[in-house]
């Protein structure tokens, strides 16, 4: 992921909440889980403030996930997950399965972390807010269908993490939590009061 995917919430987050914020690049398809959570490590630290909320979306939110599980003593902050696959991710199980071709441009992370369900908690000392989206528009909807509400790629119950402070969920497509000016608001909500504006 280059962070151009996320340049429209970068801006508004920074807009609405004053905060400075710092696009995370890394390789998704030939990166390791191990060798990825060790650079956003240093790149945290890096950023010398007494703070350092994290925003994920999609697999981006494992990343974090995996860092702070890795790494607990990194500066506090907040963390929000964008319709990110926090069990499983049908999509990717079923592209595995059936397409060689496809599975392997999911890459590294995807299989070290998607694509075996997982009994994930949060148990880590941050707030964690998740919002889901529930606009089926996505590629994942083209290999398999999903059971209750979806983004497209990733289902509502796949986005819901145990242990999570707050969870929502918006009208918006898989791509589009990226775009939507209501989940930017949310997303500054969260990282500025620990629960989200909507129930």
């Known amino acids: 992921m280059n962070g151009t995917d996320g340049l429209v919430l970068r801006r508004r987050i920074e807009r ?20 990825i959570t060790g650079r956003l490590a240093a790149f945290a630290r890096e950023m010398r403030g007494e703070r350092v909320h994290f925003v994920g979306h999609s697999l981006g939110g ?5 860092t702070l599980e890795r790494f607990p003593e990194l500066p506090p902050g907040r963390v929000v997950f964008l319709g990110s696959p926090a069990v499983a991710s049908r999509a990717a199980v079923v592209i595995n399965e ?12 995807v299989a070290e972390e998607l694509l075996t369900e ?28 999903f059971e209750g509400e979806s983004d497209g790629t990733v289902s509502v119950d796949e986005a819901r993490l145990p242990g999570a402070t707050d969870f929502i969920t918006q009208p918006v497509s898989h791509s589009g939590l990226l775009m939507s000016a209501k989940v930017a608001r949310e997303t500054v909500t969260f990282l500025k009061e620990g629960r989200f504006s909507i129930g």
């Open 16 to 35: 609405d909440s004053g905060m400075k914020t710092h696009a995370f690049h890394y390789r998704s398809v030939s990166g390791s889980m191990s060798d």
């Open 62 to 66: 494992l990343v974090i996930y995996r």
């Open 98 to 109: 059936r397409m060689a071709w496809a599975a392997k441009a999911l890459g590294r992370c």
């Open 118 to 145: 997982r009994s994930r908690r949060w148990q880590i000392d941050r707030q964690l807010g998740i919002i889901a989206g529930t606009r089926r528009m996505g590629l994942g909807s083209l290999f398999t269908s």
